[in-house]
């Protein structure tokens, strides 16, 4: 007997079909002894047509509303799924975020998971129940709803897999597994049937849709056994997401990321001094705006330039931010610019072949892409491009570290 | 200064734009510097179509998850309606059930409210919050969420009225007040600018849906000033609902109530001993059955027949009860008939006036219409007919007690 949380996301639960279908693959779990911990996200298009109607009153909606809104897209499903259960004979009890509770900070829109409460849910498993959660949302100290952001809901069944100690978190999905980039932009594109944490981690963050990232931070800090699968068909194992130490096949890459949400802050003729990052930094963290990729270059007259990307839609409000921060900080000027896309490429055994950045410049560049921003970390490049290169970039990437083949084991 | 609690139904938030015209009539009241606390419905429609999903996985849901569905519908209102408070620059908060909390029994689908902690939103109000609740819904001991059944928003608005010692409850709805029978059925029927508690009760509890009974109750119970109003007009003071001394004016009759979403049940043969009552009404009432109208009669060989009405929707469960009551106490036959009405004629001058009954059953007879049930109380009487002739016996009725005139004082 195991105790397997098993996610489920929009489109698995978009009709009352695919809720009955859910139910069974549950049923099925059930029938084998298993203990069942299900988390699910709102139907598909739900959470975008209740934030389309908070848009209608206000362009910029009250966070702490924004949040008592969306959170009612996932309390429809769990309800919809534990009548199906039930349905089928089995004892199931729908959870929403407050009632487990899981508690989170106060960072409305964006809240981190501070504690899991697993007694109620504990004792439910042990009494025979499939315990179905919400995903996505929780509760701040003050008794408010929280929400934890796009795709939280595979951060809440991490979550609840850490605390119950469950021997596998399987993450339902439209896709069938992991691949070494979107099948959509390099039809040669290969499923992977392992991916070290690390390497998911970079995947995640770069805007790889499968998993949402701090899913897979939480699976990797607690060392949650992490399965990518469909959910629509019975077959494959899907990507198992491993520890370092346990996956045999060291590709020097294992698949490239994309992302086009993000923008770009820069700021010019900053005097540099000590602690000027942190002057500009500050209140941009101040403002509960998450930074990504972050350059300072010298400039001329002992001034310099820095420039980091924020995400898309916070790009506005970095703008206002930084425009105070110049006058106090006395820069020159500010400038944005969403028109841009970064494309990575990931892999553990980059680490140890040299030579892997310049065969990435030399691959962009035989196709007359710019780069706009460079940044490096142990396992992964990523370079900023013009938007319109994108998918041109990625293609060509894919070609040049031959992803499409099936790797030859690292010695 | 006031403390004002405003209550508004589905149609008054059945859209964007009503629920800023809701906002705007709030903004109006604080101006004024009075304090509003405002109770909301779900926008229409939306109740029914997450029972229909419900009932699409399953005709005859889990009550509990049917609770946890449906009570999102007043959540996706409340936050909505906050923001739109916000977007005209005042303070607002919405609160859930729980989050007040509004604690209630373990009755799904038809909670009781048991307690109101008044704290927190007393601070609100103290602050210059308005404060925004999710009507029809609250929290039971175990915390599950309940809601309150149909129409619960009224008892939630006058719940909280009495707990805050509000200086007037206004009901907002699509009505400017309370009739003397609907107008769809009786083009003359006329406006009441004030009917006593009593009446309302009754003509509440008969199936006028200006007001949810249990409202009505708690209003009357808890000396709540109520009024109803229309939330499409600024004009008029709609209906107030008195207290019986403070009325001048006492009509024999005020209105005429009907209600067709009652079905009859009857068992007959019954031997007839002490505690037979309770034998057969115990068991539906333990199925949380509620029962209206109950009437018994002698019948041949020591025994008795024994009749009630349930609401239709438990006329199946009611008959179910039966067939086990029946055997128990060596009952010969149940039977059950959901082509029946209720018509009724509430007025607290009836007490005062002897014929009245008469000339009700005059006015039915001369439209040939057989009566087969009858029931009486102090301000009231009900008759049971064929559901096919009930716009008939209202508008006969209607004339026959000439409630289309304004009535002359009762000396």
Chains 1, 2 share one sequence.
Not at 369 to 392: A, G, Q
């Amino acid at each position: 007997m195991a105790l397997i949380v098993q996610k489920y996301g929009g489109t698995s639960v978009g009709a009352i079909e695919r809720i009955r279908n859910v139910a069974e693959r549950v049923a099925k779990f059930k029938m084998l002894g298993h203990q069942v911990v299900v988390v699910l996200s709102a139907m598909s298009g739900e959470t975008n047509r209740l934030i389309a109607l908070a848009k209608e009153i206000d362009k910029d909606p009250d966070p702490r509303e924004l949040d008592v809104l969306v959170s009612t897209g996932e309390q429809v499903t769990i309800a919809l799924l534990a009548m199906a259960l039930k349905d089928l004979g089995l004892k199931a009890r729908s959870y929403t975020g407050w009632q487990i509770p899981i508690r989170t900070d106060s960072a409305f829109n964006k809240a981190r998971i501070e504690d899991i409460d697993d007694r109620a849910l504990r004792a439910d498993l042990d009494s025979g129940q499939v315990v179905v959660v919400a995903g996505f949302q929780g509760v701040d100290s003050g008794n408010n709803i929280t929400t934890l952001g796009r795709g939280g809901s595979d951060t809440t069944a991490v979550a609840l897999a850490a605390a119950l100690r469950a021997d596998e978190c399987q993450i339902y999905t439209d896709v069938d597994g992991v691949y070494t980039t979107d099948p959509r932009i390099v039809p040669e594109a290969r499923k992977l049937d392992v991916i070290t944490f690390e390497e998911m981690l970079e995947l995640a963050s770069l805007g790889s849709k499968v998993l949402q990232i701090r899913s897979v931070e939480f699976a990797g800090k607690y060392k949650v056994k992490l399965r990518v699968l469909s959910s629509f068909t019975d077959e494959g194992e899907g990507t198992l997401i491993t520890f370092e130490e346990d996956s045999m096949e060291q590709p020097i890459i294992s698949g490239i990321a994309y992302n086009r949400d993000e923008a770009k802050c820069t700021i010019l003729g900053v005097p540099d001094r000590p602690g000027v990052a942190a002057n500009i930094l500050g209140p941009i963290a101040d403002a509960d705006i998450e930074v990504d990729m972050i350059v300072q270059n010298v400039g001329a007259n002992n001034t310099t330039d820095f420039t980091f990307t924020v995400h898309r839609n916070d790009l506005k409000k970095a703008l206002d931010v930084l425009d105070v921060v110049k006058d106090s900080i006395g820069a020159r000027e500010v400038m944005g610019d969403d028109k841009i896309a970064k494309v990575s490429i990931v892999g553990v055994g980059m680490r140890t072949h040299a030579g892997v950045a310049s065969k990435m410049f030399h691959a962009l560049a035989a196709e007359n892409i710019n780069l706009r921003m460079i940044s490096t970390s142990e396992i992964k490049i990523s370079v900023v491009v013009e938007d319109k290169y994108m998918e041109l970039a990625v293609r060509a990437l894919h070609q040049a570290f031959e992803l499409d083949r099936i790797p030859a084991l690292d010695a």
